[in-house]
């Protein structure tokens, strides 16, 4: 699966000349049919415990006065204690390494993108990020959210060029590793290939609709829209209450940041994963702004 994200690329741009976004509709309709069959294989544990874990609690952040600070650059301070290096060694150490190809450009993408996936996993398996959206925490929420920071990267990634498409390939395998193995936790052990086969229509479904709803001619509320259906909605279909989509367009204008933010961020903080998501931690509307 790995040369797959890739090869999706070029087809990525063509959709600039969708003006009325017929084609990421589309998909998006595709990959919630899809999504329905997956939801009813995989049944997080939190969905179903007795105990209520997983369940949403009514937020207690105002999401109408979050995400409006000016967007900055998400990498790490030199001193910063969450910083990851690369291990340096002197003498025959480094020698040997050096002939393992420890140091060559494949080796230091490879843990660079799982450093980035670490930054990933970081912010959505939080509950800081559930408890601010209200969502609830199941294999589906979770999957969406891990599509979403995913794509997010990637995004970035790929303003860097060939070399950023190259990292983007082996942070892709790394997620692509990590969902079958939650997917498998979930209780999906039968069948597991055909189920990943699923999520991956999913994935490439939601990475174009986010595209879609970035591009200048999308309608102003499309990545809300693409928002509620993609993570928020159950059926896709449903329209949301409007506690429901003050949260959807709260989570827009935390993606529109995180963008933002994303591409402030340098070449060497973004392939060293050496820069964190916007922090999620306080619930004060205080506390989004870095």
Same mark, same amino acid.
């Given at each position: 699966m790995l040369p797959r994200w890739s090869r999706a690329l070029p087809h990525v741009p063509k959709l600039r000349s969708l003006s009325n976004m017929e084609f990421s509709e589309d998909v998006c309709r595709i990959h919630r049919q899809s999504y329905a069959k997956v939801a009813a294989a995989a049944v997080s544990p939190a969905a179903t415990d007795s105990t209520g874990k997983g369940v949403p609690t009514k937020s207690t952040v105002n999401l109408d006065k979050m995400f409006w600070s000016k967007p900055c650059s998400l990498a790490l301070a030199p001193g910063s204690p969450l910083r990851i290096e690369e291990p340096k060694y002197e003498g025959i150490k480094y020698f040997?390494?050096?002939?393992?190809?420890?140091?060559?450009?494949?080796? /230091?993408?490879?843990?660079? =993108? !799982?450093?980035?996936? /670490?930054?990933?996993i970081s912010q959505v398996d939080k509950p800081a990020i559930y408890e601010v959206f209200n969502?609830? /925490?199941? &294999?589906?929420?979770?999957?969406?959210?891990?599509?979403? @920071?995913?794509w997010l990267i990637l995004r970035r990634l790929k303003e860097e060029g060939k070399d950023?498409?190259?990292?983007?390939?082996?942070?892709?395998?790394?997620?692509? @590793?990590?969902v079958e193995l939650r997917a498998s936790k979930a209780g999906v052990n039968l069948l597991l290939t055909k189920w990943m086969k699923e999520l991956e229509r999913i994935f490439y479904? !939601?990475?174009?609709a986010y595209d879609a709803a970035l591009l200048p001619e999308a309608k102003m509320d499309e990545l809300t829209n693409v928002l509620w259906r993609n993570v928020f909605s159950?059926?896709? %279909?449903?329209?949301?209450?409007? %506690?429901?989509?003050?949260? =959807?367009?709260?989570? %827009?204008?935390?993606? @529109?940041?995180?963008?933002?933010?994303?591409?402030?961020?340098? /070449?060497? =903080?973004? &392939?060293?994963? !050496?820069?964190?998501f916007t922090s999620l931690e306080k619930t004060s509307s205080d506390s989004t702004r870095r």
């Amino acid at each position: 699966m790995l040369p797959r994200w890739s090869r999706a690329l070029p087809h990525v741009p063509k959709l600039r000349s969708l003006s009325n976004m017929e084609f990421s509709e589309d998909v998006c309709r595709i990959h919630r049919q899809s999504y329905a069959k997956v939801a009813a294989a995989a049944v997080s544990p939190a969905a179903t415990d007795s105990t209520g874990k997983g369940v949403p609690t009514k937020s207690t952040v105002n999401l109408d006065k979050m995400f409006w600070s000016k967007p900055c650059s998400l990498a790490l301070a030199p001193g910063s204690p969450l910083r990851i290096e690369e291990p340096k060694y002197e003498g025959i150490k480094y020698f040997i390494l050096k002939l393992m190809l420890f140091y060559s450009k494949q080796s /230091k993408s490879i843990r660079g =993108a !799982n450093v980035i996936y /670490k930054r990933v996993i970081s912010q959505v398996d939080k509950p800081a990020i559930y408890e601010v959206f209200n969502l609830e /925490k199941t &294999f589906k929420m979770t999957f969406s959210l891990l599509v979403l @920071h995913t794509w997010l990267i990637l995004r970035r990634l790929k303003e860097e060029g060939k070399d950023g498409v190259e990292l983007g390939q082996y942070l892709y395998e790394i997620y692509n @590793h990590d969902v079958e193995l939650r997917a498998s936790k979930a209780g999906v052990n039968l069948l597991l290939t055909k189920w990943m086969k699923e999520l991956e229509r999913i994935f490439y479904g !939601n990475i174009v609709a986010y595209d879609a709803a970035l591009l200048p001619e999308a309608k102003m509320d499309e990545l809300t829209n693409v928002l509620w259906r993609n993570v928020f909605s159950d059926d896709g %279909a449903s329209k949301p209450d409007d %506690a429901a989509l003050r949260a =959807a367009q709260a989570m %827009a204008r935390y993606v @529109h940041r995180e963008v933002s933010c994303l591409s402030l961020t340098d /070449k060497e =903080a973004m &392939f060293s994963g !050496n820069f964190m998501f916007t922090s999620l931690e306080k619930t004060s509307s205080d506390s989004t702004r870095r």
